[in-house]
């Protein structure tokens, strides 16, 4: 794999690459992005090949203009006012999709999930290539999502699908896109991330919140959003999400741990009271911005502790930004939360 900067040569080296069918790592203001042409379904297959990712989990297109949105689907006016709002940023829109955009890029579904990164490498690299990217995270799937360089190299450095990564340095947001889907009678938020529902209810205040946010789907169930059915975010080892005070959760850890090696991912200030196990700070629950920012790095620096067997994961409320970690701890532990305070 080519180690690319962000110069100017080396963002034409990256279009060169994804031009010719090459899948290529880029940094965005979300996570890292695993990119390849997305009108080019033999490109767009590399991806899927390189993560292992299941092949009814479609991917987002990535624009670098508003001009491109109704190029690949159908935008609507409530689309054109939340791209207005929150464009170029953090937001993925679904819509009815048009025929140019390969079935693989979907997963055969009729929409397709469109953004425009902020990201100015992102932007630059969609804009010299004059081409949209699809670009699911960059890691293996089901891990934790790459959002610090050194994690795309950990996953994909020797991945024979993988022609280069560029190295931008750590990403802003840490979580993946808040995804929102236009195509029932009211939008409705299908992924929670750092645009919010306060923030989308400005646009469009008659947003509904998926079920999948906070709860495990029956099985058999049909997701609105087939990713929201697969396991995601999880370490290798038994991870559990703790609410309530640091002391009742020092309680209920005492109680678990013996003698297994534990790691306890906190909050900043934390650290003296969890200091008889491997403890990782990640963030303030006044500030979710900050957890969301090293959730990620956090659960794989955890998950990199050699024969750890248990993590705890102390866990903000579901409330503004803090919605997005919450959605994501409850995929990286499998909905195990517990609170403490009523449990010992
Ligand atoms: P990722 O690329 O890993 O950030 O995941 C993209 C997310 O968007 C997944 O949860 C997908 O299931 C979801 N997604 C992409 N396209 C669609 C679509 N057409 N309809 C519903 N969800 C979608
Ligand atoms: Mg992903």
């Known amino acids: 794999m080519l180690i690319l900067s962000t110069s100017s040569e080396d963002i034409l080296l990256c279009s060169r690459l994804l031009e010719n069918g090459n899948t290529v790592a880029i940094p965005t203001e979300t996570v890292y992005g695993l990119a390849a042409n997305a009108l080019d379904a033999g490109a767009v297959k590399r ?11 479609p991917l987002i297109i990535h624009i670098s203009d508003v001009s491109m949105f109704p190029d690949y689907c159908y935008p609507t006016k409530p689309a054109y006012l939340l791209a207005e709002y929150f464009w170029p940023g953090p937001l993925t829109l679904i819509l009815p999709k048009k025929p140019v955009v390969p079935d693989i890029v979907t997963a055969g579904l009729s929409s397709v999930a469109v953004r425009m990164p902020s990201h100015p490498v992102a932007n630059k690299i969609i804009s010299v290539c004059g081409f949209p990217l699809a670009a699911p995270s960059a890691n293996i799937s089901g891990k934790p999502s790459p959002t610090r360089f050194e994690h795309v190299i950990n996953d994909l450095s020797k991945n024979e699908f993988v022609a280069a990564a560029v190295d931008g340095g750590n ?14 009678e009211h939008p409705c938020l299908l ?3 750092a645009v919010t529902v306060e923030m989308l209810r400005t646009a469009v205040p008659d947003l509904t919140v998926a079920d999948a946010v ?4 029956p099985q058999n169930e049909k997701a609105l959003s087939p990713g929201l059915k697969h396991k995601h975010y999880a370490p290798d080892a038994e991870t559990v999400c ?3 005070s640091a002391e009742s959760a020092l309680k209920y ?29 990640y963030g303030t629950p006044e500030r979710p911005e900050t957890l969301a920012e090293n959730v990620f790095a956090a659960l794989r620096k955890a998950d990199g502790i050699k024969d750890c067997k248990l993590i705890f994961v102390r866990c903000a ?28």
């Open 214 to 217: 906070l709860q495990k789907l």
């Open 253 to 281: 850890i005492k109680n678990r741990a013996k003698g297994k090696k534990t790691a306890v991912i906190c909050f900043d200030g934390e650290e003296n009271v969890f200091s008889d196990y491997t403890v990782i700070p």
């Open 47 to 57: 991806i899927f090949l390189a993560k292992g990712r299941p092949a009814d989990n």
């Open 242 to 244: 703790l609410t309530g």
């Open 317 to 344: 409320p579901p409330e503004g930004k803090g919605l997005a970690v919450y959605n994501r701890l409850l995929r990286a532990s499998d909905f195990r939360v517990v609170n403490t305070e009523e449990e010992v």
């Open 171 to 184: 990403c802003e947001c840490g979580v993946e896109s808040t995804v929102v889907s236009l195509i029932g």
């Open 191 to 193: 992924r929670p991330g």
